[in-house]
């Protein structure tokens, strides 16, 4: 039991270092990239919930068992946790997001806990992804998953941390623990070059990928995969496949050892507005819709 305990404060000042992190990188960002100082700003209010989320949930489950590698990480759902933190996530959502994602917040706060469950367990049990930018679609429906979205990451990512990892076989272009779809990729050095690696999109887990392979459709052929960045950002570049016409960022940290993927790939925004004009789409889209 005492190795319980210190296994679990271990965890708890690692998880709190990480989002430490990620809200330091947003602030520093704006310096470096005033052009995404709005989305930064509202980004590093986000963390910092989902950081007191995130320690809740582990106060609550410090004593839970490490879950087995043969149980996906989305069979675990406990709504008696999650849904009483829902309204004030839901509140401070309305005071800091831009106006739609406010205004849907709003709505769905006065539905009350039944239509609460039902969008996290809709997000949740379904296929945990938004492609394209948030509200091309149904914007009410959109709305509701990218709230539920923001509202499960630190669960998904506490649960990420305490799954006994697997081996994989191949190059598997979800998430090996969750089945999202990546958000990033990264570049360490390993070697005379770099390994790559993905980060999902919902619980943060990263695992090895293939330099030259489309995330998307498996394409792998090197003339069809390509590269860009600009001289101005220069350790974030833009990975794309021209024969499914699909995008995906990556963090180069042999470039900037500092960098936050997660948070980097946020700031970035002129890339994506060049991908897009290039007739590129985005594999995932970020919490900031881009």
């Known amino acids: 039991m005492n190795d319980v305990r210190v296994n679990d404060a271990k965890n708890g000042r690692m998880n709190d270092a990480k989002w430490d992190r990620r809200i330091h990188r947003a602030s520093e960002l704006i310096l470096s990239y005033p052009f995404s100082e709005e989305g930064l700003h509202y980004y590093g209010r986000v963390a910092t919930f989902q950081k007191n989320v995130c320690f809740e949930i582990q106060k609550a489950l410090a004593n839970s068992p490490q ?10 759902l406990d709504l008696f946790l999650l849904l009483p933190r829902f309204p004030e996530f839901l509140s401070v959502i309305q005071q800091i997001a831009p106006a739609p994602l406010a205004e849907a917040s709003g709505a769905l706060a006065q539905n009350g806990p039944a239509a609460w469950q039902h969008v996290i367990e809709d997000f949740w049990l379904g296929e945990p992804e938004l492609a ?3 509200g ?3 914007q009410a429906q959109s709305s509701d998953r ?4 923001m ?4 669960y998904a990512e506490y649960l990420a941390d305490h799954h006994e990892i697997a081996a994989v076989d191949g190059t598997p272009s979800t998430c090996p623990l969750c089945g999202g779809k990546p958000a990033v990729g990264v570049l360490r050095s390993e070697g005379d070059g770099a390994k790559k690696s993905l980060i999902c999109m919902l619980c943060a887990h990263e695992w090895t990928f293939r330099r030259i392979y489309c995330p998307a459709c498996g394409e ?3 003339p069809q995969m390509a590269y860009y960045s600009a001289p101005e950002i220069a350790h974030v ?3 794309v496949c021209d024969t499914c016409h699909i995008y995906l960022k990556s963090i180069d940290l042999t470039k900037m050892g500092l960098a936050v993927p997660v948070v980097d790939e946020l700031a970035t925004i002129p890339l994506d507005l060049w991908a897009r004009e290039h007739g590129y789409e985005k594999l995932q889209v970020n919490l900031l819709g881009t």
Do not use: C, Y
């Open 136 to 138: 091309d679609a149904d």
């Open 151 to 154: 509202f499960l990451q630190p």
């Open 237 to 239: 570049r833009v990975d």
């Open 67 to 76: 879950i087995s590698s043969d149980r996906p990480l989305r069979d675990e």
């Open 146 to 149: 990218v709230l539920a979205w």
């Open 220 to 222: 792998e052929r090197e």
């Open 132 to 134: 394209g930018s948030i």
